[in-house]
Structure formats: structure tokens, C-alpha cells
């Protein structure tokens, strides 16, 4: 796996409320990876605490429970039952500490947890990457490679107004969507402040097969490279809000 996260606060705005993680463990000859972007809601308080906070709980929970659930091969309904349940004590934890101080805090989150399989349908084993999506808000996750292709819909109305996300609502769950990677695509999470300026025919351009370059898997700092482009394209269309992306290309 190679991988890369972009991160820019703007100038304009007075904090930064995204946030985000990128983690990839070694499973003996295999790779787990996490990737998250969560966006606190603009308009609340403490934002960037509601964001960092989840982003923490999400990092705990992947080295504390996922890994285990994949070295004891426990099935994809009870990892996805375990993480859900994660993020619902996320929602509680914040739903009490803003009530506790009289105010509304919440933040988007969109997680993508990446498991490296084998098949030995021949000789070499044939390799892909599985992938499970959780996803509340309007960050936005998309499958790339082969063009690109929406993973995520937005949890929000025509006016941007969010009607689901972490801690800010009451439950209404998270969507849920599983996977696989080819070699050759890539998964990339990003925040609203990063995307809103772009289309998709741009993203598909920078990291497609299509693109004119050499070597078919690029390396991490030509990714971030690709990812900074973007990110200040859209700074040039006159993007002022945070900005947060991460992707992984198997």
C-alpha cells in the first residue's frame, strides 16, 4: 500500500476543524489500513474538540479491537457491528458533553478500514484488498483508479444543512458499505472544503490509470503531491474552508 493525507487550515478560517488519521499495520505478510476525515459542523461549538475527539476514539479502536477482530478472523458482521457500536458511544460521549455545558457540538466522519487478502487460486496467490466504509456527514469518500466513482452520499440538504452526523443529532446509525480494491485503485476520504470545488473528471485525471505515468503504483510523495494540487485548486476557485484528504493506493 502507498498513501498520502493533505491537511491545510486556509487563511481565512480561525481554526482548524478537520481531522484526520491515517494508520497501516503489518499483519505478518498482510497490511491493515485505517483512514478517517472527520469536518467538525461549522456553526457549533468546539468543532475541531468534536473532530479530534472522534478521530482519537476511531485510532483506539482500530488497534485495540480491529486488529484483534482480523488475527482471530471473527466474521465482517461482527466487526461492523463493534465499529458501529463505536461510533454510537461517540455520538452519546458528545450529545452528554455538550449538554453538560449548554452547547451543540458535532462533527462528520467518514472511516474506511483496508485489509490486505489472500487467494491461492494459482501460483502467485492472487492478492486484493477489501474494504468496509462507515460514513455520517457531508466528507465524501470515492473509489479511484479505473475513473472515479462516489462511495459516500451526503447526509445533507440542498442547502448544505447536515440532518446526520456524530454527536449533534439524535442516532440515526451511519452508512454502511463494503468492498474490494483492484491493484492499481485507490480509496481517498475528504472533507467538504476539499472536494467542493473539484469534479470528479479532475480526481479521476490525477489518480486514474489513464494518467501518463510511468510506473503504475506511485509512491507516497507523489501522491501527496497530486493531492495538493487538487487541494490548491480549489484554493484558486476561491475554496476558504479547511481542507483535509487521505488516500491509499493498492
Known amino acids: 500500500m502507498t498513501a ?3 491537511y491545510d487550515k486556509g487563511d481565512s478560517a480561525s481554526v482548524q476543524q478537520d481531522a484526520l488519521v491515517l494508520e497501516i499495520a503489518a499483519l505478518g505478510k498482510r497490511e491493515a489500513a485505517l483512514l478517517v476525515v472527520c469536518d467538525g459542523i461549522g456553526g457549533l461549538a468546539e468543532g475541531e474538540y468534536a473532530s479530534s475527539y472522534v478521530t482519537m476514539q476511531v485510532r483506539n479502536w482500530f488497534y485495540g ?3 484483534r477482530h482480523l488475527r482471530r478472523r471473527h466474521s465482517t458482521k461482527r466487526i461492523v457491528r463493534d465499529c458501529a457500536g463505536m461510533l454510537y458511544d461517540c455520538n452519546r460521549y458528545l450529545t452528554r458533553y455538550g449538554k453538560e455545558r449548554g452547547i451543540r457540538l458535532g462533527t462528520t466522519v467518514t472511516m474506511a478500514l483496508l485489509q490486505e487478502r489472500r487467494l491461492f487460486l494459482g501460483c502467485p496467490p492472487f492478492i486484493f484488498t477489501g474494504y468496509l466504509l462507515f460514513h455520517a456527514g457531508d ?3 470515492y473509489l479511484t483508479g479505473r475513473g472515479c466513482r462516489g462511495l459516500t452520499k451526503d447526509d445533507s440538504f440542498g442547502d448544505h444543512a447536515l440532518h446526520r452526523c456524530i454527536g449533534s443529532f439524535p442516532w440515526r446509525g451511519v452508512q454502511r458499505k463494503r468492498g ?3 491493484r492499481g485503485e485507490s480509496i481517498l476520504l475528504c472533507s467538504d472544503g476539499f472536494w467542493r470545488q473539484l469534479e470528479e473528471s479532475e480526481i479521476a ?3 486514474g490509470k489513464k494518467r501518463s505515468f510511468r510506473d ?3 509512491g507516497d510523495v507523489q501522491l501527496e503531491k497530486r493531492l495538493g494540487k487538487l487541494g490548491e485548486a480549489g ?3 476561491g475554496e476558504k474552508d479547511n481542507q483535509a484528504a487521505v488516500i491509499v493506493c493498492v
Do not use: G, K, M, T
Open 4 to 6: 498520502a493525507v493533505y
Open 65 to 67: 479491537s480491529y486488529l
Open 139 to 141: 466528507s465524501r469518500a
Open 180 to 182: 474490494h480494491l483492484r
Open 205 to 207: 485525471e490525477s489518480f
Open 216 to 218: 503504475a503504483d506511485p
Open 235 to 237: 484554493r484558486v476557485r
